[in-house]
Nanobody, 117 residues
Framework: QVQLVESGGGLVQAGGSLRLSCACSRSLFSFSSMGWYRQAAREQRELVARITSGGSTNYADSVKGRFTISRDNAKNTVYLQMNSLKPEDTAVYYC???????????WGQGTQVTVSS
């Protein structure tokens, strides 16, 4: 069973920064990609950023230039550095892992990010 444990969420003022971490119980090379999603109240879950096993990244247009996804393979951890935060970034942020070779994915329990204006 794969476990993804997010941390680093909290309350921050607009313009501030947070760094989210996602610790994985298995080697990151077990997954074709790792990602961060978010879900605001009464909204659908949306992709924020994704990084492949080869290091390629993609971002939602709304966070480009402000957020950076990275991975530390030695620590089995994926990060999301969030700068210039806006109130509209307020959401529960979830870590996601897509299994290599089979159509299966895993989710963390989520971490709340609240940006005050």
């Amino acid at each position: 069973q794969v476990q993804l444990v997010e941390s680093g969420g909290g309350l921050v003022q607009a313009g501030g920064s947070l760094r989210l971490s996602c610790a994985c119980s298995r080697s990151l090379f077990s997954f074709s990609s790792m990602g961060w999603y978010r879900q605001a109240a009464r909204e659908q879950r949306e992709l924020v950023a994704r990084i492949t096993s080869g290091g390629s990244t993609n971002y939602a247009d709304s966070v480009k230039g402000r957020f950076t996804i990275s991975r530390d393979n030695a620590k089995n951890t994926v990060y999301l550095q969030m700068n210039s935060l806006k109130p509209e970034d307020t959401a529960v942020y979830y870590c996601n892992a897509v299994q290599v070779g089979i159509p299966k994915e895993y989710w963390g329990q989520g971490t709340q990010v609240t940006v005050s204006s």
